[in-house]
């Protein structure tokens, strides 16, 4: 385990389904993030919590909707998602500052749309 | 529009080779790129490099950063079959993280 943890590992789902992805850091970091991961594709940027507020929002459709009750926890809740949304989803945090070391990530939610 | 270009984007080679991974980038306000291997799922930090001609070491695995020419190589020196993984290079800009497509290297017996 790097610190950062997701669950679940694996996801089948419907598309009419509403299911969530949890992460949880014991880090102590200040930052946290949702990316998706297609195949032939960069990382992309969904979501970004700092200091438990939403700062950033990258176009992503509202059938994904995140949820950051504390610095330790984010949620990445789905529903009536498309097969196109089958990906790897990965969490990861940081530390926020003038500094910034490297992300630590979660070992991702494998995500199938049927 | 900021872009981080890995090169290639997908080596084989045989133990014992020594492989070279190519990072070029243009970003904002450039502070620092990022090395991450990621083998099945999360992607694990390497290295950070902030300084040009600064070689950052650790054991087989080397990496330096020239920011007059915007680029950045990882070697890794006497490959091993645990080697194989994807190798990602990222770059912050003021708002996130840039991100690479990746290197897929494989290493065979």
């Known amino acids: 385990e790097t610190g950062v943890t997701q669950t679940p590992r694996h996801l089948v789902m419907g598309m009419t389904n509403k299911k969530s992805l949890k992460c949880e850091q014991h880090?102590?970091?200040?930052?946290m993030y949702w990316y998706k991961q297609s195949a032939k594709k960069p990382l992309e940027l969904m979501f970004v919590?700092?200091?438990?507020?939403?700062?950033e929002n990258n176009s992503v459709p509202s059938r994904f909707s995140p949820e950051c009750p504390n610095s330790s926890h984010l949620f990445l809740h789905l529903h009536t998602l498309q097969p196109e949304d089958s990906a790897l989803y990965l969490c990861?945090?940081?530390?926020?500052?003038?500094?910034?070391?490297?992300?630590?990530f979660g070992s991702g939610t494998r995500l199938t749309v049927v | 529009e900021d872009k981080v270009v890995q090169s290639p984007l997908s080596l084989v080679v045989h133990e014992g080779d020594t492989v070279t991974l190519n990072c070029s980038y243009e970003?904002?306000?450039?502070?620092?790129l990022l090395w991450y291997k990621q083998e099945k799922k999360a992607p694990t930090f390497l290295f950070m490099l902030t300084s040009s001609g600064i070689e950052k070491k650790s054991g087989r695995l080397s990496s330096i950063l020239d920011k007059k020419e915007l680029f950045s190589i990882l070697n890794i020196t006497a490959t091993q079959t645990g080697d194989s993984a994807v190798y990602l290079c990222?770059?912050?800009?003021?708002?996130?993280?840039?991100w690479g497509l990746g290197t897929s290297l494989a290493v065979n017996p």
């Open positions: 990222a770059a912050p800009n003021n708002r996130k993280l840039i």
């Open positions: 919590y700092s200091l438990e507020e939403r700062v």
């Open positions: 990861a945090s940081s530390q926020v500052g003038p500094d910034p070391l490297g992300y630590t």
């Open positions: 970003v904002t306000n450039f502070r620092s």
């Open positions: 880090l102590g970091h200040n930052a």
